[in-house]
């Protein structure tokens, strides 16, 4: 292993059956996360479903059992890193273990934190928060990633994704329905505009998340009238009367800057400097590729200042 290289490190965390097990089988399995590295799972509880034999050889895995808190120590940690070099460690967690505590420990050489993942089970989950609210939302806070499965049809996921933002301003926040499909729970009020307004203004601080929202679920603007300051850039791909309207964003870092944004029909001037103050209708398509998307019709787009930052970035909801 060379000096560049580190270990990745994700922890799940959640109450017994909350799904950590089924999820952690989900990622191994999972082409997109998984490729054959040699994966540490360290299970800190036993659940209901557990991890066979087979599964774990077929996915390079190794499984290691932590079931009493005084044992999961940072000499431990390092025993087990050099009994199986991984090159990759899943910890499913106990949630009354408290955050604080592993966060203490000290790591083994090269291992990093990637990612804190936090289960819970819709179907409990409003008698946990009521009463067992602190071992429930200790970890949330940490988390990168907040994902409630097994909602039934008469969950409020606006009402608690608010209370869960309210925990956690950063994290992704993710519902689970019982058929698979997941969504963020995001309705009309949570938005930072008011998207029933005759004109929804957009403003340059909140471009990111009308963009997000908009790919996300573009059949809530369908037939919407929508304001913001943009730049109609040109599109090798786009017919005549059509082009890309949008704001150079940044979506990792300073070295990813890519143009974000959506098809516009109209007789706008496409330009790679210049911005228009924009009022577009906007229709709920389908692409080429059989996506749904969001299609602008421009409605009128007169040359303005560039907007204060120059590039956008997302923020959460």
């Known amino acids: 292993m060379s000096q560049q290289e580190f270990v990745p490190v994700y922890m799940l965390t959640g109450f017994l059956e909350s799904g950590k097990t089924t999820m952690i089988q989900s ?8 490729s054959g590295q040699r994966t540490l799972i360290i299970c800190c509880e036993e659940g209901e479903t557990e ?6 050889k077929k996915y390079n895995a190794v499984l290691a ?6 044992k999961l120590t940072s000499l431990r940690l390092k025993e087990l890193n050099a009994k199986y070099l991984p090159e990759r460690v899943i910890i499913e967690y106990n949630n009354f273990w408290g ?26 989950f409003n008698n946990y928060m009521t009463n067992m609210r602190q071992p429930m939302t200790d970890p949330m806070r940490e988390a990168d990633l907040i994902l409630i499965n097994r909602c039934a049809p008469d969950f ?3 009402n608690w994704r608010r209370q869960l933002r309210a925990i956690n301003n950063t994290a992704t ?7 698979g499909s997941t969504e963020d729970g995001v309705s009309d009020e949570d938005l930072p505009y008011d998207v029933n307004a005759p004109v929804v203004q957009i403003s340059d601080e909140n471009f990111g998340i009308f963009y997000l929202d908009s790919m996300e679920h573009p059949e809530r603007y369908d037939k919407k009238t929508v304001h913001m300051i943009g730049q109609p850039f040109p599109h090798s791909k786009l017919p005549k ?53 969001l299609m602008l019709h421009e409605i009128s787009a007169d040359k303005t200042a560039a907007p204060r ?3 956008v970035t997302f923020g959460t909801i």
């Not at 991890?51 to 774990?56: G, H």
């Open 27 to 34: 990622m191994l399995s999972d082409e997109g996360f998984s």
């Open 241 to 293: 009367g059509f082009y890309f309207f949008g704001r150079y964003a940044m979506t990792c870092c300073a070295n990813d800057i890519q143009k974000t944004g959506w098809v516009c029909k109209g007789p706008c001037k496409p330009s790679d400097t210049g911005y228009v103050s924009l009022t577009a209708r906007c229709e709920h398509a389908t692409d080429p590729e059989g996506r749904s998307v």
């Open 99 to 124: 955050i604080e505590y592993i966060s203490r420990l000290r790591m083994p050489p090269l291992w990093e934190w990637v990612q804190v993942i936090t289960l819970a089970d819709g179907s409990t």
């Open 51 to 56: 991890f066979e034999e087979d599964f774990l």
């Open 309 to 311: 930052e120059k590039y």
């Open 65 to 70: 059992v932590i079931d009493e808190q005084q």
């Open 156 to 158: 409020n996921k606006s």
């Open 173 to 179: 926040i993710l519902f689970e329905n019982p058929d």
